[in-house]
Every structure is written in structure tokens, then in C-alpha cells.
């Protein structure tokens, strides 16, 4: 299979250089994701009153760039498998670049919709495929914490974005500020250069190289002055020997017929599987169909939540606009703790689809309601549990879909759940909307909280599962 992006086999799992990469994807996060949940709100305004065209309309361009975002996603997913992470990540950065720095010559909405739609939803969709994918295979051990710090990234863009968006807006004008924006998403390039494929080893030789250096640290005495470092170093200087021990291990676990036929193929790379072949077998899986519906119906929950909540505070609570605003300070905030809250929790062993079934039922269930507070400090409280919800599920969204499918097929599942995401945002959230114009947003905040529970309780088949079988293997 061609692939341009660099592989190196001195990449080490959790080590060194892939500190890096992880920093980067936390960066290509903020300005990708961050980037359009921060601004597309403050260009619909702009975009009104530059072209003279009515809030429905402007609003048209915003909503073609998320669909194009999640749409687009199964396809950056494909490019990932094929050409890599790295060019994957640069042709977004491109597209994102060329994009925004032509809006800036835009007269005319279709421009905007060409352009900022089409050509940026392209970018946004290939980089966060890429910059998420990436993650996965060059962390083992300190997965959940790469998993969790690079969304984390998007939860401080979204919260950086608005303001930054709308000063440049307001200093620079409307041309000047989008010109400015292209600058920003130069970043991606810079990560894409920076992302190197290391040369695939399976994760058991990963894991039994991480078992081998815990039982020599728990073979030295307490005081003989040896760290961890000290024996990661000299594991590093053994590196041929170790290697050499991994395949001996493995030629004694075949049986002597096996080792006369395929001694060869036993320790040779693993045949590359087919895109085809991938999908194939991720769809014939039940459970991939459950964490397919399950993002689907969560997402429709949270746009549900994010389109109608400022209208409905402000129309119909006693809360008054300074307040309202203070309300959505608060959400903000809460997104942020719950995020580090997500990123401390990260050394810790546990399944992280139990908190992503009580992260998004404690959202949902919240969203139900928020339309019933009548006072301030209820509404405060409300916002918090919405946001550190919201934001502990969005950061353990890797992790979670990771546990659903192999390293291998992660680009392709991590695709098509975005894509599930785009379903949402076109099929629940306009349900939620139409309900709300007729009830004034109360019952369509309700609406999309009971879609948001059902979302979460259908995972409990997968969950009782899993608790079986660990029960199950505890026993033998």
C-alpha cells in the first residue's frame, strides 16, 4: 500500500519524539474543531450584514461547513489508510489555508459557501482525522492520557475562539480578519511535517516489552540507586537483543508443525488488510452499530442544546441578559474543568465507556432540565453539570471508540463516527428545532435531552458485556 508519510523504527511507544506529536495534535485541536465551534456562531452575524442577506440565510454558510465537516469524515478516514497521517493532515491544512485566505476576496455568498463550506469543512474534517489518528499509534501505556489531552485543545479553542474572532472582526473588518485566519491554520502544516508513522509493531510485543520492564524494576532492591530511567536507558541499549528474545518467545509457542510451514510468515510484518475488508469487518460487528447510534443520537442532544439555550434563557427565565451571559461564562468554564478533570483522570484504570455512558446520561438528563429552573443559582448549578458533562464525554471520544475496534481500523471507525455526528446535526436537531418553534424551545430542549438519554442507554447492552466477560476471566 502506498503511503508518503515517513516511517521510523526508533520511535519509541510513549517516548520521547511522541511527546511531541501529541503536543502538536493538542494544537492542530485548538485551531481546527476549537476554531469552528468558536467562530461559526460570530460569521453567521458577519456574514449578514457583510453580503446584506437575511440570518437564515448567512446561516446557510455554517451549516454547510458542519455537514461538510462530518460528511467528509469517512473519506479523510479512507486518506489516512492510504496515504497516512501526515499528508492526510497537510492536505487539510491546505485546504484550509486556500479557503479562508480566498473568503477573503468573497463578494457574494456562494462564495462563502464554495469557499468557507466546502473548501474549510474539507480541512477541518481531514485534520481532525489525522491529528486524532495519529495518536493512537504511538501510545500504549499513556493512550487515555494522549486520548484525553488533545481534545482538550478544542474544549480551550472553542472558549478562545469567540472572543479572539470578534475582536478581529470588530478592529480589522471583515476581509482583513478571515486573512488572518488563514495564518493561524498554518499550524496543521507544521504538524503534519511533524507526524511520523513509526514502523507497526503489534501491541502484544508493545506490552510484553512494557511487562519485561516492570518485573526487572521489581527484581531490584529498594536501595540499590536504580530509577526507571536507568533501566528504560539500558533497555534502549539492548534493544537488538530484546527483539531477538520477542521472536524466540514466539517460536516456542507454535507447535513443531507450525514452525516447519510458517516460521517465516510467524515472524514476518502482518499482511496490510484491505479498506474493504476493514469496513466489512467493523460493520458486521453489532457494537460498532450501538457507538454508531450512540454518536448520532448524543449529538443531535448537544446541538439541540447549543442552538436553543440562549434564546430560551434569555425569552423565558426571569434571568436577565447580564445574567443569561453569565450563564454561558459559567458553562465555558465548566467545559474547561471538566476537561482537566478528563486529562487527570487519565492514569487511572477503568473503562472509559462507563463515564462516556454517565458523562452524556448526566448532559442529556440536565438538558430535560434546564427549561424548569426558574431562578439563577439553579440555572448556574445546571450549567455546570451540563458543561463538565459535555466536556468529560468529548474527551474520552478516542478512547472509547478506540476499545470498539482495532489500532488498525481506528482512522475508518473514528471516520464513520463523525459521520454519525453529521446524521445528527442534519436529522435530530432540526426535529428539536421545529418543536421548540412550536413551544416556544421548551419541549424541543426536552426532546433532545430524552434523545441524548436514549443515546446513552443503549450502550448498556455492550457494558453488561464487557462486565461479563472480565467477570468471567477473573474467575479462571
Known sequence: MFNCCIKRNNLKLDRGYVWLIMMM???????????????????????????????????????????????FSPVASILVK??????????????????????????KQWHAICLFGILAGIGISATYVASSSILSMHFLKYKNLAFSFAPFGAIVGSAVWPKLSQHLFDTVGYSRAVAYFSIFHILHVIAGLSFCEPIQISHAEAKLTEKKEVNVMKTLPEDSGYTEEHINKGFQKNEEILEQNFKDEKISDISPIEKKFNSDQQLSKKPSVSITASIFTLFKSSKTWLLLANFWLWNSCSDCFHILINDYLIKHTPLTVPEVTWALTVLGIAKLVGSLLAVSMSPLKFDRLNIHFLAVLLYSVTTIAIPYCMTKELCYTLMTFWGLGFSMSICNLLAVTMDFCEVETLPILFGFTLFAEGLGCLMGTPLCTLLAVKTEEQYGLVLGGCIGVIGSLILIPEMISRFRKKKTKTLN
Open 82 to 107: 492510504k496515504v497516512g497521517c501526515r499528508v492526510t493532515q497537510i492536505f487539510g491544512g491546505i485546504c484550509l489555508i486556500l479557503g479562508l485566505s480566498l473568503l477573503s476576496l468573497a463578494t
Open 25 to 71: 495534535s493538542f494544537l492542530s485541536h485548538f485551531v481546527h474543531v476549537g476554531f469552528t465551534s468558536g467562530v461559526i456562531g460570530n460569521l453567521t452575524v458577519v456574514h449578514s450584514k457583510f453580503f446584506s442577506i437575511g440570518l437564515q440565510q448567512s446561516s446557510l454558510i455554517g451549516s454547510v461547513h458542519t455537514a461538510t465537516m462530518f460528511m
